[in-house]
């Protein structure tokens, strides 16, 4: 299939995932002819949307093996307009890819975990503000901030967490309620269950990104029109 941009790190992890994969992973509409780059079915294809640019943060998508195939991952979306600054592993209770293990460990002075509701994560967000507040006086940096995003459902994502040893040393930000409520005053009509473009996104935000959070939201509307016109296409036929 032809490509209108080229792959990022969460297209390659997809494909070595499918390359070792001992079964297809046949979701509803799998047999739609699909956009080799939005993975949306033709008709509703959103690439007039994507357009890539550069992020103040750095991100480590860690991708529950259920997510990555589904194109209704919203996850990717991230890596779609923040190529240059976002990674993707596989998450692995005991076997973390070494890779990652490296990065995690070279990045140990800037690097936090996006997770809510924890008992210790107002104190770290703290941290971690002051951390950023530094980095935005400096006139270059060598080491921006890194968030490692845990990318499944909620059930999921604390399972990665809590289960996780290798992850227990990295500090956990948490977006308060005020600030939750604050961003679905100005961006949304659903109740407070966020898909993770949306937490990046409002995490953007919390930190004084602005524009950056409005890009991404912006293109995760357009993504999240995409697949209400392709369910709603499917149910038609």
């Known amino acids: 299939m032809t490509r209108l941009f080229p792959k990022h790190a969460v297209d390659q992890l997809r494909e070595d995932s499918q390359a070792k994969a001992m079964r297809p992973f046949l ?14 079915a033709k008709f509703a294809c959103f690439c007039d949307h994507r357009q890539a640019q550069n992020s103040a943060l750095q991100f480590i998508l860690l991708y529950h093996r259920d997510e990555i195939h589904k194109p209704t991952n919203s996850g990717r979306l991230i890596a779609d307009l923040f190529p240059n600054q976002t990674q993707a592993f596989m998450w692995s209770r005991t076997e973390p890819e070494p890779a990652l293990l490296n990065l995690l460990d070279e990045r140990k002075e800037s690097c936090t975990i996006l997770f809510p509701n924890t008992e210790t994560a107002q104190q770290q967000e703290r941290t971690v503000r002051n951390q950023l507040e530094l980095v935005r006086t400096e006139e270059k940096t060598d080491k921006p901030h890194t968030f ?90």
Not at 30 to 36: E, P, T, Y
């Open 27 to 40: 979701a509803r509409g799998s047999n739609a002819k699909r956009c080799a780059c939005c993975l949306m």
């Open 148 to 237: 490692v995003i845990l990318d499944g459902t909620w059930k999921q994502a604390s399972k990665m967490f809590h289960q996780s040893e290798w992850l227990k040393h990295i500090p956990h930000f948490e977006i308060n309620q005020a600030a939750q409520r604050s961003f679905l005053v100005r961006h949304s009509k659903h109740d407070m269950q966020f898909a993770t473009a949306e937490v990046t996104a409002m995490l953007l935000d919390s930190l004084g990104y602005t524009q950056q959070s409005e890009n991404l939201l912006s293109y995760y509307q357009a993504f999240n029109q995409a697949c209400l016109n392709s369910r709603k296409r499917g149910n038609e036929q």
